[in-house]
């Protein structure tokens, strides 16, 4: 069964720094999303990302982060200068229809900022 | 307005139970209502969704319970297995935007 490849499956980095975290959404998939899972807490919406442009986007995507589809297979999400808090496990999801509908899911990548 | 409330937040159910899980929302907006299976180390997977034009869906072992006038709904896991232990996440759409609005998560644990 085709899946959704996200790496690294871990990333640890310093206060200020910036990372990229990098995603394969599956083939013939064109809606394209980001959410994250801060430890214990519920999965929360990021971005979502069609046609070359952001869809939408939640009030925790300010500035300091961004999106990119560089070729036709990786989608990647910027943190520019990396927060305490934004620590979390961050998910990849893809599908084939808009809407949110038919979402899947990569393993994600669990960021730890120090 | 936008949150899902689940519950519970964990439950133990013998093997060949019938597994519970609850969610209520507010706004009357949502329109569509998955329900992801969640193990450890992989990210949520869709299990099955219903929208509020239907009372119930059923696929398999799993089926959802849709109350509109009550703004409820459920998902049933018959006969129970160990390997269905998961956390377990009910979302709702809203019909007016597309992000997904998730409950804070069910952490199964089926015992034999």
């Known amino acids: 069964e085709p899946e959704v490849t996200q790496t690294p499956s871990h990333q640890v980095t310093q206060m200020g720094q910036e990372v990229i975290l990098r995603c394969v959404p599956i083939?013939?998939?064109?809606?394209f999303y980001w959410y994250r899972q801060i430890l214990g807490q519920k999965v929360e919406f990021l971005v979502s990302?069609?046609?070359?442009?952001?869809?939408?986007k939640s009030e925790i995507f300010d500035d300091q982060f961004s999106v990119e589809r560089p070729d036709g297979s990786n989608f990647t999400l910027k943190i520019r200068s990396t927060k305490l808090e934004d620590s979390a496990m961050y998910f990849c999801?893809?599908?084939?229809?808009?809407?949110?509908?038919?979402?899947?899911f990569g393993s994600g990548t669990q960021l730890s900022v120090l | 307005q936008q949150q899902v409330k689940q519950s519970p937040q964990s439950l133990i159910v013998q093997k060949g139970g019938i597994s519970i899980i609850n969610c209520a929302y507010e706004?009357?907006?949502?329109?569509?209502f998955p329900w992801y299976q969640q193990f450890p180390g992989k990210g949520p997977a869709l299990l099955i969704a219903?929208?509020?034009?239907?009372s119930e869906k059923k696929e398999g072992r799993f089926t959802i319970s849709f109350n509109k006038s009550a703004k409820q709904f459920s998902l049933h896991i018959m006969d129970s297995q160990p390997g269905d232990s998961a956390t377990y996440f009910c979302?709702?759409?809203?019909?007016?935007?597309?992000?997904?609005?998730f409950g804070k998560g069910t952490r199964l644990s089926v015992i034999a």
């Open positions: 706004n009357t907006a949502f329109d569509y």
């Open positions: 999801a893809s599908s084939d229809r808009g809407r949110s509908e038919k979402l899947f």
């Open positions: 979302a709702a759409r809203n019909s007016g935007n597309t992000p997904l609005v």
């Open positions: 990302f069609y046609n070359n442009e952001i869809s939408e």
């Open positions: 219903i929208r509020p034009d239907v």
């Open positions: 083939s013939n998939h064109l809606y």
